[in-house]
């Protein structure tokens, strides 16, 4: 439970269906780490804070179900924040989320509530799971309101992770979960939604780093470089390549007589290499460690519609399996789509259906 | 589901005969003790007859204690008011790494002012060494605070030795002794303390209402401000009722003791060695043997389970219907590490995987040994799923 109406409406549906649960939080950061990112001596960013944790305790008690905040903070620095800090020095774009999803959430802490006795989590995701009888698989589908779907963030989950999961949202739009929160009369009914990666306060993950590696006493110069055109011009200078994405135009400050994209970020040089809009244009894409959802690891090419970040709209391509179990697929789009970035999933859907997904290289 | 309380350490229920006098001062004795006319001269007289049957618990003069809000005001109260009070132009504290927040955070709050302050780390049994104490002292050191029952683990510190220590280099000694008040006798003049805190609901009395000892001739400053309650160190409307409560508390108290103790002794043991047997890789904190270490209070237990968390554990039994306790709650309420353990030497692992147990009135030896059923049958449960546990026991076989 966050404290967000997702998750409460999640355990008030739940606890009407009259099975006896539990309420969790997740205690994940540490609010008073990083002090220079406060507003104003309060506390960072909005996830795991005291505000948050008080709605989702309000929600337990009205509820009259246990609660309890469990403390995944060592967990969630190994295994969420580093790597989301290391992607990006390494030229690549993280998923927090789905790095938490995959470490943390559907893995140590679904041990833990299985620990204390729970046969099954529920979270708050716009997501549809089923078990298909045919395949013998669980099989998951876009949540019913393709506008709060989240299932580009769900792909890394195993079999034996969804057998012991449900996503009551699924099938609702997000209006009917807010009517659903007046109707069981939750505290959090009105609370606005939240957008942004959890532990980086108003989505400036790039002074989330700074301030990060002010902590462990790394120079900012080490991740500064150059900023060069694809043909190797130094154009000027850049901060750190952690302030870059591909495809991004914001904050380059380097003046040309045509609008500047990052095409890449170099690590090794430290370089962030710029070009022209056209030049982001990729037809094929290799993605690995696939994880393969509502069917087995394909033998032969199959065509799908993929997408490369969360907010892109799904596009034609043919997957090709590569290797044992198709751990790797090479992707060939129909069009060339832009601004493919490392570090991010490729999604591959059938219609609604999750085949399943795997990290751009 | 039934519930069984195994935490008496963070708080005891108000026994019946305390909630009655609680109740008939309520009702019956409505005045403000500082009034002059004769319905504040009713208060004033159920608020001393408190203070007598609370000095009784403590072996001190009637006079020399100060009620307060509870055990954390009485610390803040001791070591804010008693350095204040002094008047040296270079001051030095000297506590421990073990202490409760209501002593560690005033004495950041001292650091913070300028004045250093030394923490001594106790030894592998949770015990502090005089001697360390003594090599600690400077020539400015003003106050030596040092609790008598640790809270997690129930050590008992050698508080009158430390005490000697501390007077022959002219520093006054502090003891929080919330977790020792009304579990083992107290007699503030054999201890040689100057300061002494005690918390009423630690011994069944409400929540709300604690007591200072300040030994006669002993200097504190307010550290609030207001009327002139409590011969000028601590100002507000003396909460009469809640006093009353915890005096009736203090005289059961030790009437009960010896009995009470013994008794608890017994139960503390038969979990202790139940879980031991029954629960591969466990131990208790600050005991390489079993009945070996330090003193220790009779009520509490703090035992390991290695390779799984402690936060599991409490939520697992929690749910079975039994309260324990793991750690120290955070803001949120997520469990960290005890900081206690962890200055004991305890490897965070270990201290993660640690629970404390604290037994009180309500428990038998029925409940004791349905919480040995349950801790073993939680603690296979979560190993079963612990990948720290199963590489700490595939470990063993290599």
């Known amino acids: ?361 | 589901m039934r519930r069984f309380y195994f935490d008496h350490n963070a708080t005891t229920p108000v026994s019946q005969p305390v909630l009655e006098v609680l109740v008939s001062a309520l009702l019956e004795v409505p005045g403000n003790a500082s009034s002059i006319h004769q319905d504040g001269q009713a208060a004033k007289q159920h608020l001393e007859m408190a203070r007598r049957e609370t000095a009784a618990l403590l072996g001190c003069e009637p006079k020399e204690l100060v009620f307060t809000s509870g055990g954390t005001e009485a610390d803040n109260l001791a070591i804010l008011g008693s350095v204040r009070a002094n008047s040296a132009p270079q001051k030095h504290v000297i506590t421990t790494v073990i202490e409760h927040p209501a002593v560690l955070n005033p004495c950041r709050e001292l650091e913070r002012r300028g004045v250093p302050v030394t923490y001594i780390r106790p030894g592998p049994d949770g015990a502090v060494d005089p001697h360390d104490i003594r090599r600690a002292l400077k020539p400015e050191t003003v106050l030596v605070s040092v609790m008598h029952a640790n809270n997690e683990t129930g050590t008992l510190q050698p508080i009158a030795e430390i005490a000697a220590v501390a007077h022959d280099a002219g520093a006054l000694m502090h003891s929080d002794g919330v977790q020792a008040a009304g579990k083992i006798p107290i007699d503030v003049r054999e201890l040689g303390v100057d300061l002494y805190s005690i918390s009423g609901h630690k011994f069944y009395a409400p929540k709300g209402i604690g007591a200072l000892y300040v030994r006669t001739g002993v200097k504190l400053r307010p550290i609030q401000f207001g009327g002139k309650h409590e011969r000028e160190r601590r100002p507000g409307t003396e909460n009469v009722p809640s006093a009353v409560a915890m005096g009736k508390a203090a005289a059961i108290a030790q009437e009960a003791m010896s009995v009470e103790s013994s008794r608890l002794e017994i139960l503390r043991d038969r979990l202790e060695t139940g879980i031991l047997l029954r629960v591969p890789d466990t131990g208790v904190n600050g005991c390489a043997v079993i009945g070996g270490g330090a003193a220790r209070t009779a009520n509490t237990s703090n035992i390991y389970f290695d390779g799984l968390e402690g936060e599991a554990l409490v939520i697992s039994l929690d749910l079975k219907g039994f309260a324990v306790s793991s750690g120290s709650a955070c803001s949120s309420g997520a469990v960290e590490p005890s900081h206690v353990l962890l200055g004991m030497g305890l490897a965070p692992e270990r201290a993660r995987a640690s629970l404390r147990f604290s037994l009180g009135a309500s428990n038998d030896a029925e409940q004791v040994d349905a919480l040995i059923d349950a801790v073993a049958e939680s603690a296979a449960q979560l190993r079963k799923l612990s990948p720290t546990y199963s590489y700490l026991s595939d470990s063993q076989h290599v």
């Open chain 1, 1 to 361: 439970m966050s404290g967000g109406v997702d998750s409460s409406v999640v355990a008030g549906l739940l606890q009407r269906r009259g099975q006896p649960i539990v309420g969790l939080t997740m205690q994940l950061w540490n609010q008073r780490r990083l002090p220079e990112l406060a507003p104003e001596g309060g506390v960072t960013g909005r996830c795991c804070s005291l505000d948050d944790v008080y709605d989702a305790r309000q929600v337990a008690q009205h509820l009259g179900i246990p609660y309890y905040v469990v403390n995944f903070e060592a967990g969630f620095e190994e295994q969420v924040v580093k790597p989301f800090i290391d992607d990006y020095l390494s030229g690549r774009t993280p998923i927090p989320c789905t790095l938490c999803n995959n470490f943390i959430k559907f893995d140590q802490f679904l041990d833990l509530a299985t620990g204390v006795g729970a046969s099954r989590i529920a979270t708050g995701h716009y997501a549809q799971l089923r078990f298909d009888d045919a395949s013998g698989r669980y099989q998951m589908s876009r949540g019913a309101d393709h506008s709060k779907d989240q299932t580009y963030f769900l792909f890394g989950l195993k079999q034996q992770q969804l057998a012991r999961t449900d996503f009551p949202l699924g099938a609702y739009t997000k209006p009917q979960v807010r009517e659903l929160a007046r109707e069981l009369g939750l505290p959090v009914a009105a609370k606005p939604d939240s957008q942004e990666i959890c532990f980086v306060p108003n989505g400036d993950y790039a002074a989330f780093i700074d301030a990060y590696f002010r902590e462990r006493g790394i120079a900012p110069e080490e991740t500064q470089g150059e900023i060069r055109d694809t043909e190797g011009r130094v154009l000027g200078e850049h901060a750190g390549v952690h302030h870059f994405t591909v495809g991004q135009r914001r904050g380059l400050r380097v003046a040309a007589g045509e609008p500047l994209y990052v095409i890449a970020t170099e690590p090794a040089s430290q370089r962030v290499i710029v070009g022209r809009n056209e030049d982001l244009l990729r037809a094929r894409l290799t993605a690995k460690d696939m994880n393969w959802i509502s069917i087995a690891p394909p033998i032969s090419p199959l065509r799908a519609q993929v997408k490369i970040r969360n907010k892109h709209a799904a596009a034609d391509a043919t997957v090709t399996p590569i290797g044992n179990d198709a751990a790797r697929v090479e992707i060939r789009f129909d069009e060339p789509q832009r601004a493919v970035t490392p570090g991010q999933a490729a999604v591959l859907y059938a219609g609604d259906l999750v085949l399943g997904g795997g990290w751009i290289i």
